[in-house]
C-alpha cells in the first residue's frame, strides 16, 4: 500500500473512531469524578429534591454534588455540590479532629468572588449548617455566627473518624435561596454504619412513630406522633419557627431535602402535638434517611428513620436508642 492510500485508510478508521465515541457519548450522557473535597460542580439548589414542588406540597429543598464536572441544571437534587448559581462554599480547613470541641469556620463567596455578608432569615436563622457523616451516621444541625468579615464560625465535636458532608443552607439578600455541600475528613479507623428500615426512633425517653410511605416523584405525606414515657406529648414548643423540622438524606449520594411541616405555631390551626404532619418529595426509588428536630421541655433531641420509597414495611424495626446528652452534642443556636 502506497502513503496516500495508506494514510486514506488512516483518516477513515479515525474519523469512524470519533463518529462511534460522539454515538456513545451522546447516549451514556456526561461522567463525573469524585472530588476529595467537593469543591467543584455546581447543582442543585433550593426547590423540591426533583425540581419545582406541585402546587400546594409545601416542600422545600437544598442541595448541590461532590463530583466534579456536572452540569448544572434546574432538577438537580439539593446538596450535592459546593458552588451553585455563583455562590461558593469554602471551609477554611477541610480537616477535622474527632474526639474534641473544634471550631469549623468558613465562608460563602458570590458571583464576583467576594465573600458575601448579607443574608435573610430564613426559620429564625440566616443559615442553617448539617453536618453527617457518609454513612448518614453523626447527625448534627447547628447556626453558625458570621464575623464582619464574612466568615461563619461553630463550634463542633466530632465523635468517630470518617469522612463527611456539611450542607450550608441560606438565601442571600437579593439572590434565591440555595444549599451548598462540601465534603469534610476526620482521619481515622473507620468503619461504616449499615442501616436497617425504621419508623420508630427511641431519644432521650421519647418514641416518634413514622406514617406514611416516600413515593418518587410526588408529594408525599408524612406523619410523625411523638411521646413520652408512653404518653402523647401535646405540649411541643416551637423550635426555629415550626413544631418540627425534618431532613431527609438519600442513600448514596446525600442528596439533601429539607420538609417543613403543615401549618405553624400560633396560627390557631396547627395543635402542639403529639403529631406533626409533613408533605415530602423524593426524587427517586431507592432509601432515604429521615431526621427530626423537635423541642420539648426546653431541649432540642433529634429523631432518626430509614425509610424506604414505596409501601410501608410490615414489620417496623426500632431505631437503636439514641445515647444521652444526644440532643445537646447535635444542635446549636
Request: net charge negative; glycine share 14%.
Given at each position: 500500500m502506497n502513503t496516500a492510500a495508506k494514510l486514506s485508510a488512516y483518516g477513515a478508521a479515525l474519523a469512524l473512531l470519533v463518529t462511534g465515541a460522539y454515538a456513545v457519548g451522546t447516549t451514556v450522557g456526561p461522567l463525573s469524578t469524585a472530588t476529595a473535597t467537593g469543591t467543584t460542580a455546581a447543582a442543585g439548589e433550593h426547590g423540591a429534591m426533583s425540581g419545582a414542588a406541585p402546587s400546594g406540597a409545601g416542600v422545600t429543598g437544598h442541595g448541590d454534588t461532590h463530583?466534579?464536572?456536572?452540569?448544572?441544571?434546574?432538577?438537580?437534587?439539593?446538596?450535592?455540590?459546593?458552588?451553585?448559581?455563583?455562590?461558593?462554599?469554602?471551609?477554611?480547613?477541610?480537616?477535622?479532629?474527632?474526639?474534641?470541641?473544634?471550631?469549623f469556620t468558613f465562608r460563602i463567596t458570590g458571583p464576583d468572588g467576594a465573600a458575601v455578608t448579607a443574608f435573610d432569615v430564613q426559620h429564625d436563622k440566616p443559615l442553617h449548617l448539617i453536618v453527617v457523616r457518609r454513612d448518614s451516621t453523626g447527625y448534627t444541625h447547628v447556626h453558625p455566627q458570621m464575623a464582619a468579615d464574612g466568615t461563619w464560625s461553630v463550634p463542633l465535636t466530632l465523635n468517630a473518624a470518617g469522612s463527611y458532608r456539611a450542607f450550608a443552607d441560606f438565601k442571600p439578600?437579593?439572590?434565591?435561596?440555595?444549599?451548598?455541600?462540601?465534603?469534610?475528613?476526620?482521619?481515622?479507623?473507620?468503619?461504616p454504619v449499615e442501616h436497617q428500615p425504621s419508623r420508630t426512633a427511641q431519644v432521650d425517653g421519647y418514641q416518634v412513630d413514622l406514617a406514611g410511605?416516600?413515593?418518587?416523584?410526588?408529594?408525599?405525606?408524612?406523619?410523625?406522633?411523638?411521646?413520652?414515657?408512653?404518653?402523647?406529648?401535646?405540649?411541643?414548643?416551637?423550635?426555629l419557627?415550626?413544631?418540627?423540622?425534618?431532613?431527609?438524606?438519600?442513600?448514596?449520594?446525600?442528596?439533601?431535602?429539607?420538609?417543613h411541616p403543615d401549618g405553624a405555631?400560633?396560627?390557631?390551626?396547627?395543635?402542639?402535638?403529639?403529631?406533626?404532619?409533613?408533605?415530602?418529595?423524593?426524587?427517586?426509588?431507592?432509601?432515604?434517611?429521615l431526621f427530626l428536630d423537635f423541642q420539648h421541655e426546653g431541649v432540642v433531641r433529634t429523631a432518626e428513620f430509614t425509610a424506604p420509597t414505596g409501601p410501608a414495611a410490615a414489620s417496623p424495626t426500632p431505631a437503636p436508642v439514641a445515647p444521652a446528652g444526644h440532643a445537646a452534642d447535635g444542635h446549636g443556636h
Open positions: 463530583s466534579g464536572a456536572v452540569a448544572e441544571t434546574a432538577d438537580q437534587p439539593g446538596g450535592l455540590a459546593s458552588s451553585r448559581g455563583g455562590y461558593t462554599l469554602t471551609p477554611t480547613d477541610p480537616t477535622l479532629s474527632t474526639g474534641t470541641t473544634t471550631d439578600t437579593g439572590g434565591e435561596a440555595v444549599t451548598l455541600g462540601v465534603d469534610l475528613a476526620a482521619p481515622g479507623e473507620y468503619t410511605d416516600l413515593v418518587p416523584g410526588q408529594a408525599s405525606p408524612l406523619t410523625l406522633t411523638v411521646r413520652k414515657d408512653g404518653q402523647p406529648v401535646t405540649d411541643l414548643q416551637p423550635y419557627a415550626a413544631y418540627g423540622h425534618l431532613v431527609a438524606l438519600r442513600d448514596g449520594d446525600l442528596a439533601y431535602l429539607h420538609v405555631p400560633g396560627d390557631g390551626a396547627t395543635p402542639a402535638g403529639p403529631e406533626i404532619r409533613f408533605l415530602a418529595e423524593v426524587p427517586s426509588a431507592g432509601t432515604y434517611r
